[in-house]
């Protein structure tokens, strides 16, 4: 199955639709069935210490997961998430984006299961890990 | 085991910790293993549409645990989230407080564990439910 | 919404649909969006120690969201387990029945939500908890 | 870190510890924060329709989370499933043993973090994913 949607094409998708929530990410990379997000982090997203937060790690997790269920099947479909189980294994520290990297392992007529590891931009170590669900609604 | 800290505490408690989060949530209640949080909905949790965003109540359910870790352990403790598996179930609409209530099924001397259900303010209906585990620091 | 099947018309129809597992299980109980299983404990279901082994506590919450589910929906529909996440709580020990009571979140068209606690019989003290999704076959 | 226990030895290590688990499983390889386990699917796993059973999915991934442990720290250490998130993607077909592949994703002092694909064995086709968490007894 090829792709649908390129990380520019991603891009502009989201800043239409969702112009908030997308100037926060940037789609780096899209191949079929996976995606990489990179979360642009500044002040918003930090705790104090200088971590970034869960409910930021969360949004990259469900974007991640978003932007590869797109890029399989197109911007018409309005997945929802129904489903996400996370696990926070590592703090990250400041001053360095996030890339959450995305692969879809269903894609099916009604759910899309996906997983999604989490990384310090540049860093092998995984700081988080999700795996999610999506409901795709009924196609025409 | 008695509450440590009722609401006001931690009300009190978090707007010294982490004001910016803080500002957005209220401590209704505390009890045994038990704590009500409001999510003081406004622009900022929206999406398109008016629903409030996942990562808004990944906040929420979040908090609602810590609230009740917090509530029988004391502000001493600091505990981190290693796991949460959050299932959405029903869309939020606009214009309507959600309030997340937390109950501790363990509440060990490593790990807690618990869960959340979220619902709209005066509505029964629950929205998403979430089971999340947090790591307690060795207490010297 | 009423319910379709009691205690009895459960334990029948299981008996009949796959007599095996249905031998170690019994149906407790069934009431609008609830059920109450028993797991009858013998050694098939025992690890080195005495304690109930993890996969025999899946299938008991396992079967538990089920029976809520077919209680609700009635015998005809092959409901099938989409998503699990379970928390291990507490060991539990040998010679008791455990008892895993299932409630719906959900009952949607596709999807079903429920959650799972799990005691020792006559025991308050949770030993697990599971929550569950279910896909609903569509129906004619 | 190197590998303390190549599949030999797991494998006698468990048919010791628990033999009547052992033999339906077989250890088919270690590597650094690996382990592949094989599924000795018979009568005893299948349900109607000839499909592996969910419990038997579950034990399938339990134990190879535990090997990929056990390879790394050795067979002193008695480590618990705290957390497992199992997703059920595609029916597996009856004849075939399962293969669970688990990768360690945090191997720390207090918690191991991996997740397992499930695939008949021969085939690419991701069956089934799960992520658990280990709880892992204080080293002397």
């Known amino acids: 199955m090829p792709v649908q949607m390129d990380a520019a ?11 908030q929530v997308a100037a926060q990410f940037r789609v780096e990379r899209t191949a079929p069935m996976e995606a990489d997000i990179r979360l642009l982090v500044d002040e918003q997203h930090l705790r104090p210490g ?25 911007p018409v ?9 996370i696990d926070f294994m590592r703090k990250p520290e400041a001053g360095r984006d996030l890339i959450g990297s995305a692969r879809l392992l269903k894609l099916g007529k009604m759910l899309a299961v996906g997983d999604v590891l989490v990384r310090a931009d540049g860093s092998e170590d995984v700081l988080a890990r999700a ?10």
Not at 57 to 68: I, R, S, T
Not at 131 to 140: D, G, H, Q
């Open 131 to 140: 795996s999610l669900t999506y409901a795709i609604p009924p196609r025409r």
């Open 50 to 74: 200088g971590t970034v937060s869960g409910p930021s790690m969360f949004a990259l997790v469900d974007l991640a997961m978003y932007a590869a269920t797109l890029a399989m099947i197109g």
């Open 9 to 19: 094409a991603l891009n502009a998708f989201m800043m239409t639709e969702f112009p």
């Open 77 to 85: 479909a309005l997945a929802v998430t129904t489903n996400c189980s």
